[in-house]
């Protein structure tokens, strides 16, 4: 069983940057997709970003293309979300989670992942 344990949440302004981390533990993740998802006030859990086992496969919501980034370490079992001009609709809780896909996928829906972190809050301010 993997346990995932995000970091890095925040307040910022809109228009600024956060960086949020994924440690994993229990297993080595290097086998597993990564994802984000985020869930805001009201809102149902919806997908942000994931990342194949390689790194060779990226996926990003519309709402985030050009403005997140997603990477990871296998070495240090770690996923990183850096999200750059960011806006009050970022607000949410954002999630991590993984996903155990060595065929190379990054999917979006969040059935094929069977782990996941608390979260992290995550509020961009106007």
């Known amino acids: 069983q993997v346990q995932l344990v995000e970091s890095g949440g925040g307040l910022v302004q809109a228009g600024g940057s956060l960086s949020l981390s994924c440690a994993a533990s229990g297993r080595s993740v290097s086998t597993y997709a990564m994802g984000w998802f985020r869930q805001a006030p009201g809102k149902e859990r919806e997908f942000v970003t994931a990342?194949?086992?390689?790194?060779?496969?990226?996926n990003y919501a519309d709402s985030v293309k050009g403005r997140f980034t997603i990477s990871r370490d296998n070495a240090r079992n770690t996923v990183t979300l850096l999200m750059n001009s960011l806006k009050p609709e970022d607000t949410a809780v954002y999630y991590c989670?993984?996903?155990?896909?060595?065929?190379?996928?990054?999917?979006?829906?969040?059935?094929?992942?069977?782990?996941w972190g608390q979260g992290t809050q995550v509020t961009v301010s106007s």
């Open positions: 990342i194949n086992w390689s790194g060779s496969v990226i």
């Open positions: 989670a993984a996903g155990f896909a060595p065929t190379g996928r990054a999917p979006s829906w969040a059935p094929d992942y069977n782990s």
